[in-house]
């Protein structure tokens, strides 16, 4: 099951982000390119923050490429916004796990984005998790885990 909608009281982070003037366009708004790395340092953090440092899966042989990623754009950013991204486990499965995302700006929703992960080892094959880690992410998705 995907979980696209944050619930009261779920675990997330919120990473804040001011816009440089690299990220605009010649229009003056954030290229959308740039909504890709913004679900990314959320994701990182969200990781950090609950969980473990990426690095530490790294260190134990794990890796998480993503496998699909989408951004529905409502408003546009521009130079200098200060753009809040929330992101929250969505799904887990042995061999893969998804997160949801959603920026705002002055409290103003202006994307909502998803991206899946495959789990990798280091020569780039799908294995599963061990159980430990696997539970640990299944505790970040409440009443909504995936099998």
Not at 33 to 50: K, P
Not at 111 to 138: F, N, Y
Request: with cysteine.
């Amino acid at each position: 099951m995907r979980k696209r909608v944050l619930e009261p009281g779920e675990i997330a982070t919120t990473y804040r982000h001011t816009v440089a003037f690299y990220e605009t366009d010649a229009m003056g708004i954030v290229h959308h390119s740039n909504y890709v790395r913004y679900l990314e340092l959320a994701r990182v953090q969200f990781m950090a923050e609950h969980d473990r440092p990426y690095t530490e899966y790294v260190a134990r042989g794990f890796h998480m490429p993503v496998t699909r990623v989408t951004c529905s754009y409502k408003k546009a950013c521009r130079f200098a916004d200060a753009i809040e991204i929330t992101a929250w486990l969505a799904w887990a499965r042995h061999a893969s796990l998804g997160f949801a995302y959603r920026l705002t700006v002055a409290g103003q929703l202006v994307c909502t984005g998803e991206s899946d992960h495959a789990i990798i080892d280091a020569e780039g094959r799908p294995v599963r998790l061990p159980p430990d880690m696997r539970e640990r992410l299944h505790g970040y998705l409440g009443t909504h885990e995936d099998a």
